[in-house]
């Protein structure tokens, strides 16, 4: 079985300021991973996703992520945020092989402050 | 293409009423899910749908029942609502072509039972 594990469940951010949001899972078998997003009353949105090769994955809004095996982490990166960035972001890990249950992590809030 | 779409998008209901989430997608996705949504807790699997008559637990089945008659539409039937249920549900979509799961959501519908 696989879980997922968000370190942080809020992180308070100033705009411009770089922010990582971490993510660590496990697995017993390979896994698809991705990074969704949540604004305010919507349902969520992809942001990224790693199936294989490149193990640093760029997405939409200026956010990546960088998979890494060794230590089963999948941490969201960007440089600089935007008032428009604060929303919830979900970490989800799937099974590469047969695998039609996506596990969600508990979510972390980024609050992006002026 | 509208997507994924939910109705309702607010309901109370009261202990022991049984009602219908519905929830239709126009994008010609085999894989339909069922989550709910619960502070702390990120999105738990309900149930999901790989294609018309073929449905399969999540990992909080209890409570609720899914059909799937067409490629379009999977509702969620709540049979005897308790107010454990209240949360906040998500329906989501996918292609199984293209192997790697990335799903589309639905807007959600917050229900409350009291």
């Known amino acids: 079985a696989q879980s997922v594990t968000q370190l942080d469940s809020q992180v308070p951010v100033f705009e411009e300021a770089p922010v990582e949001l971490r993510c660590n899972y496990s697995s017993s078998v390979s896994v698809y991973l991705f990074w969704y997003v949540q604004y305010p009353n919507q349902g969520l949105q992809l942001l990224l996703k790693y199936l294989s090769g490149s193990t640093l994955v760029k997405g939409i809004n200026g956010f990546e992520a960088e998979f890494n095996k060794s230590q089963t982490s999948f941490h969201l990166r960007k440089p600089s945020v935007h008032i428009s960035d604060t929303a919830e972001y979900f970490c989800a890990v799937n099974r590469n092989t047969g695998g039609f249950k996506t596990i969600f992590g508990a979510g972390t809030r980024l609050f992006v402050k002026a | 293409n509208a997507g994924v779409t939910q109705t309702p998008k607010f309901q109370v209901l009261k202990t022991g009423q049984s009602m219908t989430l519905q929830c239709a997608q126009d994008?010609?996705?085999?894989?339909m899910s069922w989550y709910r949504q619960d502070p702390g807790m990120g999105l738990r699997l309900i149930h999901y749908s790989v294609g018309a008559g073929i449905t399969d637990q999540g990992e909080v089945p209890n409570g609720y029942n899914v059909s799937r008659s067409t490629t379009e539409d999977f509702p969620l039937r709540l049979l005897s609502a308790a107010p454990s249920q209240t949360s906040v549900y998500f329906c989501a979509s996918s292609s199984l072509g293209t192997g790697a799961y990335e799903q589309y959501f639905g807007p959600g519908t917050r229900l409350t039972v009291t």
């Open positions: 994008m010609n996705h085999e894989y």
